[in-house]
């Protein structure tokens, strides 16, 4: 490895030594983000604002096929709005940044930037709702958010982050729930497919649920370190805040009436997830679905007669079908591969002098380094293949990983000790009280992650106070 | 027609008796935006956020075959961020809303939300850039930016509005130059082929061009009332702001050097630019390559048997190339008629009983009113044209406005006496002079909208002094 190659892998620390540091040098190395000028905001790169806008385009044709629509809200409300509803206000207040002065005038009421905007969606439907023919509205909103945080992790923890907020009211009930149930298997299965990562789905304890909300509905992913990572939350009101907000119709027996609610949201936290649940000591690994590169094109010996034109022309052959990416610069082959590996290509490409006499070229993958040298005439084929068959070995990793760091327990000596020994989920049964999830914090420093749909009976008692069991919990450490 | 319809088209003020209001009617009746609650802010209805995001589907394209890439920049920026170029911050400092506050805690420095992110881009280049290898930067971000304005009028003047900001930097002035033509002829063509809008191109003055800028440039379009729409700016900033914000790289000979810099951009406007110039009393007219719906079909006595079927099946089969809306609602279908004229939908397919019987439908085109008997077998070769046409009639038709509406002067009389008669472009003669200009504006009312690319010696003079002419304004009222 030449001098450059190494100083470059060594820039990253590894995954061993310290996760967390790691986790940093991918973020800015790999350059998806940088540390801005302004505390607690960070800049998304090209190469991270492009897997954001991957994200973005497929979850978008996803809702737009369950016939959400995508509208745009102020980025500003006023005080007396969002205190509106006593819960919400509660549960963001301390994390609101406020506008106070437009222009050179003192503003007579302060404005927040919004945390979450279910307050100005309330208000629109309150002036645009009418009858039950109006329902469901089914609206969706991709955008920024501020919440004033005290530290800062890229993607995980910013005081500006990128999302989309879906917000709907329904005439029923039953309609309304179905809604958060559809738009969280939407988001499992989004983060199955097509980012390789296995996530656990259920429902919030009332600790650890969305201010206001009646049921907040979770899917939980476990990172390498055992960590786990809140990945996409799907909320039910009730007509909680369509009563506080004064959200009304006229019913199908002419009755007013007052619709019910959702909202569900996910973030650029899911390249967080991303980062932490495929990548390595050499650099990120991407799912091939949000790749801004699926296969970057490396010509070996660059300067010997056909080289580069082969390589552009596989470019240009290859580029009706895949994300390419030609790298004619002239960097040394070996920077260039632990360039790419470093952004987490999935698949390189290596052509040469040798390999154009023999009608063929190298294809190397990204999280096995298997070589393959395959021939032209079939590259279109095996390139699909290989990408496929990365994206299945990034899932069964990411599988194994969480199954081998999930373990049960029946009394608290055993959480304790496992919590001490290990990072990863731990499932018990629970008595529902708020004073056993708050000792099951103290004492073994776990947090509730979720109430999973796929329920076990581990036992009949709950392990922190003996008394019946009503539900099995996954508890863990979390980001 | 029955009292239902009458009452919708009444409900719009014609365009003779009071173009402004029929302008707010179309905006809110054609469910565009809403006025929220948050003073000068307003909602993106779905259908109004539809048309944007079909035009930035459209403009995104464009930028990227074109090397550019989207990035995402803090939505606050400090204080003394904003300050470090002079003629920015007194540009825009009488209209930024500013933060105060993070949480409950007063913040040391106050934070501007972005009016626009020269300021965060120059932070950001100055982090990011090292050597001439890495130029140029060429970037783009969409969002939303805040200018406490004092009226609000829907897409032309509100606090927060939507658009795109590009910033790139090049090794050289040239480069720096070509790019901000390149995005300006970018505009233009959009705006030309696909929102149908001729536009004027040409270079501002100094007084009307962008705080810091060395040169803006400016596509100006003209509305049915004959006031000009600014539609689209690229500005040339030299070195003037990386100067400012230290930004610099090593360049080919080794020395520390700094890039020069464009910014160009583009905004909600656009959809007020294409209700004022292709709108009429019935509500909108969109052009085909923006609209949310191209075709809606309408089923004529929809009770009897084989008519729903017929245009369900018809949907379906034209969906797989147009944008297709069927309204099988209960409404009438004059009701329907009136409201997706109102939504201003290309193209509407009526389907009934006889029609099925003839194997054949009707056609009808929203600008012409033509109606059209279309066997059912030649209906996509049909739509391919009618689309086509009426496209073309919309930019004729605008054409043939903005050319009955502008005229030459080569006196102040003259001028004066076109500007108390007529609302149009005035072309005349400039010495260069900025007294000049001021008295344009005083005594006749007129701002100069451009310099145009498009010269013509109409006389050897300036209309105001009598000195030597330099070159040729065309001067307007605008929105």
Redesign the interface.
Known sequence: MSEQNKKMVEAITAQEVDFAQWYTDICTKAELV?Y???KG??????YG??I??NIQRDLDDRFKATGH??????????ES?LKKEGELVDGF?????????????QLEE??A?RPTSET?FC??FS??LHSWRDLPML?NQW??V?R?EKTTRPFLRT??F?WQEGHTIHETAEEAIAETEQQLACYADFCERDLCIPVLKGRKTDKEKFAGADATYTIEAMMKDGKALQSGTSHYFGDKFSRAYDVTFAGRDNTLRHPFQTSWGTSTRLIGAIIMTHGDDDGLILPPAIAPIQLVVVPVAAHKPGVLEKARELKERLGKQFKVHLDDSDNSPGWKFSQYEMKGVPLRLEIGPKDIEKGQCVLVRRDTREKYFVPLADLETEISRLLQELAQNLYNRALENREKRTWSATTMEQVKQLSAEHTGFIKTMWCGDLACEEKMKEEAGLSSRCMPFEQEALSDVCPCCGRPAKTMVVWGKAY
């Open positions: 940088e801005s000028s302004v905001f960070v800049v998304l790169r090209p604002y492009a954001w806008e629509q995508n509208v745009a809200m102020p980025m500003l409300m006023p709005l207040a301390p994390e609101v940044a406020w506008v106070t002065m437009g222009g050179s005038e302060r404005l930037v100005l208000d629109h002036h645009v609206y955008c920024s501020v004033w005081r500006e990128w």
